[in-house]
């Protein structure tokens, strides 16, 4: 089972590996540009998306790989101990993931709440500074804090 799995990762990792000739005659920087404008196609993005919404984006990403890891862990973990037959270096081995596995959650969770923290706090100054500075019809800009006009 497990020489078969092999035998078929490594047959698709060589697909994907194959040049395409239709890429061939291009630069890698031709290809990648190429490719990116694609993927904003596809995505409904016209590639002038706001750094917060990108940098959200793949907090968001990262934080659903490792609640997948996590599960993946977990789910291990307990098929090790379930099938352990009480030998002691098995469950012993299952033990320490979960430990381990819980232990990465807390930390990742806790680097997440401290990143969400900072974007509010950010956020927060950036919206008061708006708000500070106002723009008047004429095109002068006023500084409500201290009353000042600027050119």
Same mark, same amino acid.
């Given at each position: 089972? %497990? ?15 194959? *040049?395409? *000739?239709? /890429? ?12 990116? %404008? ?5 995505? $409904? =993005?016209?590639?002038?998306? +706001? *750094?917060?919404? &990108? &940098? ?5 990403? @990262?934080?659903? =790989? ?11 973990? @307990? ?6 037959? @009480?030998?002691?270096?098995? =469950?012993? %081995? ?6 381990? !596995? ?5 930390? =990742?969770?806790? !680097? ?14 950036? +919206?008061?500074?708006?708000? &500070?500075?106002?723009?008047?019809? +004429? $095109?002068?800009?006023?500084?409500? /804090?201290? +009353?000042?006009? @600027? $050119?």
């Amino acid at each position: 089972m %497990k020489k078969l799995f092999l035998t078929i990762s490594a047959a698709l990792a060589l697909l994907v590996m194959l *040049p395409s *000739p239709a /890429l061939a005659q291009q630069s890698l920087g031709q290809q990648i540009s190429g490719q990116v %404008k694609a993927s904003e196609q596809t995505a $409904g =993005v016209d590639g002038s998306a +706001d *750094p917060q919404e &990108i &940098i959200t984006s793949v907090i968001k990403i @990262g934080l659903s =790989v490792v609640g997948i890891g996590f599960t993946i862990l977990m789910v291990m973990a @307990g098929f090790w101990w379930a099938t352990a037959k @009480g030998e002691e270096a098995k =469950v012993e %081995k299952a033990q320490t993931t979960i430990r381990t !596995a819980v232990i990465g959650l807390i930390v =990742v969770l806790g !680097a997440y709440s401290i990143t969400l923290l900072i974007g509010k706090i950010t956020q927060t100054s950036l +919206d008061r500074n708006e708000q &500070i500075r106002q723009t008047t019809p +004429d $095109g002068e800009t006023y500084d409500t /804090l201290f +009353d000042e006009w @600027g $050119g």
